[in-house]
């Protein structure tokens, strides 16, 4: 449930900013957030440019494991289930605009950050998710 919310939020969102404004339009520029239209060549905070290949890679890799692994994930807590399945939403969301059109639509911009979406935004929170749950597993098992 949770990838299907992240990829078709990130995918409405998307849509709203390219066909709403121009690329390197900015709205609400004085306020915390603003929307600010860019596009990334690169993984979040565009890093490692042009290596599409990788974060497709990486996303059909993130597929495989989730399916293969379907039957563990369904015993783990609600939680974890939310962060892989936001890790996951994002992973397919950003891969879709890879493989369509060679890039990454990024808009949203905080005070000293770099622009990311709502795809970013569920891979971060399901990596932070899946980071928690791996340390205190591991903490109870000590």
Known sequence: MAATVVF???????????????????????????????????????????????????????????????????????WVQVGVGALLGGAVANAVDRVGQGYVVDFMQLPHWPVFNVADSGITVGVVILVIRITTAGQARA
């Open 8 to 78: 078709v939020l990130d995918r409405l969102t998307k849509l709203w900013v390219t066909h709403s404004l121009a690329l390197g339009q900015q709205l609400w520029p004085n306020l915390p957030i603003h929307i600010y239209y860019t596009i990334n060549n690169g993984a979040a905070f565009s890093i490692l440019p042009d290596a599409d290949w990788l974060f497709l890679a990486v996303a059909v890799v993130l597929l495989v494991v989730v399916a293969w692994k379907w039957q563990l994930l369904a015993l783990q807590p609600g």
